[in-house]
């Protein structure tokens, strides 16, 4: 096993890894651990933007709102201020370093998306916005001298002891080594969990795997019964699939039914740009009452030469798929955001010492019961900056700490029994843990699991019985979660308990060896 020594080590190059990696190279030895290349992430996919307070005519105040009004009553709100006042300085920052976000006349191009009252969503090449800032800073840390780059190793421990991190073991599939990395602060940065549905948008890499390392080492993990489930993603019978960003609608594109009716503007008084949720379910109810597998989003009473400029990828992948993206196409929800994950403070620290979360599989408090579109990257970078000024102040010494030499093995025997459990959870997550929950439904996800459980030939230090742990460990956590809180409210419906429920202004939190708890909402003090 190879061992090596960093003060900080990032484990995922997502934004929030990125951008992390680049603000703590100013103060030390960096080491970024991900899953696979540098450029593979959900950030990388973000087509919409990233909002934030730019224009004269907006202020704090009202992103705040929008915010807090989008997390139907969870958003805890002193994270929610340090979002939307800090975050004009993460974005002015950038430019500074040289980003490039889409200009109109010299001045920034703002969209509208849902949930949102103003423009504000700054967007760079059109709607390729995540990929264009990953890329910047892919730049920003290859230049750097004091950072060193680990692709393909998959985290499967970290090193904790006396509730202290100090650093995790890796694996590389591809030539069969083991990596230890020992450093004085760890920062988790490896994405959400919604890839453990069938019927995601995410990157199949995306199964949750750094909330379930947390998990096992004691970190508290809030509020997993909240997936967003994103209301336009591409439908083909073939089940392939990709985002059509929530900017479409903010241009003007209408959802229409099987009758080819309007049936937001009855819903909600901003129509298709209604929060997340209200447009995912409302999707689903037609599609249910239709019987149908899909609705339509319409751009024909738009302005093609408009529409394809500003989302020339969006409609290059359409057209690859035989749609004709100026015109009508086929949309379904689904699996896109993981709004709850690792408990952390206002600096991305969690109960665990020296050991940070930030980015989706972290729970700030911002996000509430529903994440308000283009929140989660501005959401990377303030409180990226945030735990790396925190993590200045650590001293552990690293050398104390005794070390299992042992790395692990693959058994390739146990492959096609992987993949016929994780393809029987996939389906039964899509199924069961989906837009719309019941009781007995969440119990056979959890009836599933026990069985997996005790059915899987799990090895111990083997890779695919790691991964197939932390899968299980990751969809427990969900169903758990979903089954407790006896409401609904935000990314989470019980058809079973359908009405918000006062008791439940709380974030569920679930810790090893201890019951679920619910904890209050961390209100505005007067």
Excluded: W
């Amino acid at each position: 096993m190879l061992h090596k020594q960093f003060d900080f080590l990032v484990i995922g190059s997502g934004l929030a890894g990125l951008y992390s990696a680049f603000e703590a190279s100013k103060y030390g030895s960096v080491a970024i651990v991900t899953k696979s290349k540098l450029d593979v992430s959900n950030s990388y996919y973000a087509q919409g933007g990233i909002a934030a307070v730019t224009s004269e005519n907006d202020y704090p105040e009202l992103h705040l709102e929008d915010t807090i009004v989008a997390g139907r009553g969870l958003c805890d709100h002193t994270p929610v201020n340090i979002l939307v006042k800090e975050g004009p300085d993460r974005i002015n920052e950038l430019i500074g370093l040289g980003m490039e976000f889409d200009t109109d006349n010299g001045e920034l191009s703002l969209a509208l998306e849902g949930g949102h009252h103003r423009r504000r969503v700054l967007h760079a090449g059109g709607d390729s916005t995540g990929k264009k800032l990953v890329q910047f800073l892919i730049r920003k840390v290859l230049a750097s001298s004091t950072i060193e780059i680990f692709e393909n190793q998959m985290v499967y421990e970290l090193l904790v002891e006396d509730k202290h991190c100090f650093g995790a073991k890796s694996f590389n599939l591809s030539n069969q080594s083991n990596l230890c990395i020992q450093a004085k602060s760890t920062f988790l940065m490896l994405g959400g969990a919604s890839a453990v549905y069938q019927r995601s948008t995410n990157p199949e890499t995306t199964v949750g795997d750094g909330i379930a390392l947390a998990y096992k080492v004691g970190a508290k993990i809030a509020d997993m019964e909240f997936i967003q489930f994103h209301p336009s993603s591409f439908y083909s019978q073939e089940g392939y699939t990709f985002l059509i960003s929530e900017a479409v609608r903010g241009e003007g594109a209408h959802l229409l039914n099987l009758k080819g009716e309007r049936f937001m503007v009855e819903i909600h008084e901003l129509a298709e740009l209604a929060p997340r949720d209200i447009v995912a379910r409302s999707i689903f109810n037609e599609m249910q009452k239709y019987q149908v597998d899909h609705v339509t989003l319409s751009l024909n009473h738009l302005n093609g030469d408009k529409i394809k400029k500003r989302f020339p990828s969006i409609y290059k992948r359409c057209e690859d798929s035989g749609a004709d993206f100026l015109n009508e196409i086929p949309i379904a929800p689904a699996a896109h955001y993981t709004v709850g994950g690792i408990k952390t403070d206002t600096y991305g620290a969690t109960n665990i010492t020296n050991l940070y979360a930030c980015g989706e599989l972290a729970s700030t408090g911002v996000m509430g019961a529903n994440r308000l579109a283009s929140n989660s990257l501005l959401e990377c970078l303030v409180f990226g900056k945030r735990a790396i000024k925190h993590a200045l102040t650590n001293k552990a010494n690293t050398n104390k700490i005794s070390i299992h030499k042992k790395g692990i093995e693959v058994d390739n025997s146990l492959s096609s029994k992987f993949l016929k459990c994780a393809n029987e959870i996939a389906e039964t997550m899509n199924n069961n843990v989906g837009i719309v929950r019941t009781e007995k439904r969440l119990q056979e996800v959890l009836n599933l699991i026990a069985e997996i459980k005790k059915k899987f030939p799990f090895k111990l230090d083997e890779y695919y019985s790691i991964r197939m742990c932390n899968l299980l460990c990751v969809c427990s956590l969900i169903a758990t979660a979903a089954k407790a809180r006896k409401e609904s409210r935000g990314g989470h419906f019980r058809e079973d308990f359908d009405a918000e429920n006062e008791d439940f202004l709380a974030h569920s939190i679930q810790e090893l060896n201890k019951e679920l708890t619910f904890v209050p909402v961390q209100v505005k003090s007067e």
